[in-house]
């Protein structure tokens, strides 16, 4: 026999439990605050009830074996594994350092241009086309469409 309560429908439980509270807590927020628990809450919960009635009612087959264990890739021997791992972590923190410097509507195009020029190694052209492409649409979405205000960083701040 199956039994009715299993770790896929804890998850999900959780999952429609959350959702369900970002919904009822939005209920009285204004339209702009309450649109973005709303546009990811109504989505999940759809999906986390959906999962819970499958996982009741499903016709999964009861799974015979091992599950697979996750293995590192034994291709690359582990000093240039580490090495990849340490300098994507710098680039991460070099972004949030960026963001902290210059804000977030500017450190995306710094970040993108030194992205592509140093890591990449990507041309001057396509650098800059991609940089401006990430500027217009910070500036056009977030900033004129959406109407987000993303605070300044620290140096733009001096000078307010």
Excluded: Q
């Excluded at 819970?52 to 264990?69: N, Q, Y």
């Amino acid at each position: 026999m199956k039994a009715l309560v299993n770790l896929r429908f804890m998850l999900a439980f959780a999952a429609a439990c959350i959702a369900a509270y970002a919904l009822y807590a939005s209920l009285h927020w204004p339209f702009r605050t309450a649109l973005f628990p709303r546009v990811i809450g109504i989505p999940l919960l759809l999906l986390a009830l959906s999962e819970m009635a499958l996982s009741i009612w499903g016709v999964e087959k009861e799974r015979e074996g091992h599950a697979v264990d996750f293995e590192l890739t034994t291709a690359i021997e582990p000093t240039l594994a580490r090495k990849r791992t340490l300098l994507i972590f710098a680039w991460i923190f070099g972004f949030l350092v960026l963001i902290l410097a210059f804000g977030f509507p500017l450190a995306v195009p710094i970040f993108v241009f030194a992205y592509l020029k140093i890591a990449g190694k990507e041309s001057w052209t396509l650098s800059t086309v991609l940089t401006l492409v990430s500027w217009i649409f910070m500036e056009g979405v977030f900033d004129r469409f959406l109407h987000i205000p993303f605070p300044g960083g620290w140096i733009l701040g001096l000078w307010r």
